[in-house]
């Protein structure tokens, strides 16, 4: 049972345009949401997070957007970089404390 | 700070054996916790452990396990190994279980 789905195994974007990564989940109880970068041969490293009393949550060019009532969360870049070419994944927990990840969408920017 | 140390970076192993993976949590951290990561199947949770008690488990059967000491230093061993565990095998360690989640590079392994 996939509690985190990444629907998009991959995208490709021009430079300077913007990146949109999408994740559904299924579980009312998560209540945090992260989304890691991960390039190959590394672990995956935070990007941003957001709680789920808030809808959105900016940090430079990387914005994440909730809709709890969609169980939906995003991830927007702009504009994308060649260096935002990544493997990323979104996350969420819970009073688990488990940290549940999607199956990851692969993201090329082109130049 | 230092990071996540996993050891050993790569390993290859056949079927029938079991494998002993080493992962040194970021000072202070106390919890670690261990993921699977296969093509097409993301990152899968396999356990995690907090003050040398496991405190949560994912879906994986018992050939899979863990410990940890009371330094946090955690590792995971995985017996009678069979083809479909090859795969990239994470530590992440934090210093509370449900925020900021550090990881290492990561162990491949390889079953043949």
């Known amino acids: 049972d996939q509690q985190v789905k990444q629907n998009s195994p991959s995208l490709s974007v021009q430079e300077g345009r913007i990146s949109i990564l999408n994740c559904d989940y299924t579980n009312s109880m998560f209540d945090y949401f992260l989304w890691y970068k991960k390039y190959p041969a590394e672990g995956p490293t935070f990007l941003i997070s957001?709680?789920?009393?808030?809808d959105k949550n900016e940090d430079g060019r990387f914005t994440v957007f909730l809709n709890k009532s969609a169980k939906h969360l995003s991830l927007h870049i702009v504009p994308s970089q060649p260096g935002d070419s990544a493997v990323y994944f979104c996350?969420?927990?819970?009073?688990?404390?488990?940290?549940?990840f999607g199956q990851g969408t692969t993201l090329q920017v082109k130049p | 700070k230092a990071g996540v140390t996993q050891t050993p970076r790569y390993l290859i192993k056949t079927r029938g054996q079991q494998v002993t993976l080493s992962c040194s949590p970021i000072s202070g951290h106390r919890s670690v916790s261990w993921y699977q990561q296969t093509p097409g199947q993301g990152l899968q949770f396999l356990f995690e452990y907090f003050s040398e008690t496991q405190r949560n488990k994912g879906n994986f059967p018992g050939r899979f396990s863990g410990r940890q000491f009371s330094n946090s230093r955690s590792e995971m061993n995985v017996s009678t190994l069979e083809l479909g565990d090859s795969a990239l095998y994470l530590c992440?360690?934090?210093?509370?279980?449900?925020?900021?989640?550090?990881f290492g590079s990561g162990t491949r392994l390889t079953v043949v």
């Open positions: 957001i709680s789920s009393i808030k």
């Open positions: 992440a360690s934090s210093s509370d279980s449900n925020y900021g989640y550090t």
């Open positions: 996350a969420a927990t819970g009073n688990t404390g488990k940290l549940i």
